[in-house]
């Protein structure tokens, strides 16, 4: 009778023993599943990786003439960008991707033409002493890939002026002045390029 005692008593000790190992495994694989969907979701809440040339615009009213320019921004990120990452006497569409786009609510007039009001690509020929700006009438070109002199609206001589800072982001400034007046300007590394416009009205 008294080893029957002892043989339960063993039996039920070993059965306990076995119900809390069941039970630490189950919060161990509880615990486990917890943090795996938090470590999901911490995956899920990064933040998208930044683009290297963010689409941005710039934009201003010159006289009664909205001016808005679209644009990608490539950054210098330490290469060479004149002669370099941007040909000399080359088509560029100054920006990066889709080509910058500048559109003017009414019409306005750019080194004494009359530009109507309307949207245009903006492309510029680079060159070592002198740069051409351009207005082309198709806006919606990848690159230069499309780019047809035929369609050119106007073409602006231009001398860069050399910044005593860089300009690490390329940015274009849309500058209101006195009498309806203003300028537009693209800048990038230590080269800045600008043409007039004016209030057609």
Not at 69 to 75: A, F, V
Request: with cysteine; proline share 4%.
């Amino acid at each position: 009778m008294k080893y029957s005692y002892l043989f339960l008593t063993a039996v039920l000790f070993l059965f306990g023993m076995s119900c809390q190992q069941n039970q630490a495994e189950q919060k161990t694989d509880e615990t486990s599943a917890h943090d795996h969907s938090a470590h999901a979701a911490a995956e899920e809440e990064k933040p998208a990786k930044k683009p290297l040339s963010p689409r941005t615009s710039a934009m201003a009213n010159i006289g009664d003439s909205h001016v808005h320019i679209d644009y990608s921004s490539p950054s210098v990120r330490g290469r060479t960008v004149w002669g370099g990452l941007v040909a000399y006497d080359q088509v560029w569409v100054t920006g990066a991707h889709k080509a910058t786009s500048i559109s003017f609510s009414k019409d306005v007039m750019i080194e004494g033409q009359k530009i109507a009001a309307g949207t245009y690509g903006f492309f510029t020929i680079p060159g070592k002493e002198e740069w051409v700006l351009i207005l082309n009438k198709n806006a919606e070109q990848h690159l230069a890939d499309d780019y047809d002199a035929a369609e050119d609206v106007i073409r602006i001589m231009a001398k860069p002026e050399v910044l005593e800072e860089p300009v690490e982001a390329l940015t274009y400034e849309v500058i209101p002045g006195e009498d309806g007046k203003g300028i537009i300007s693209v800048s990038w590394e230590k080269i800045k390029v600008a043409f007039s416009i004016q209030n057609n009205s």
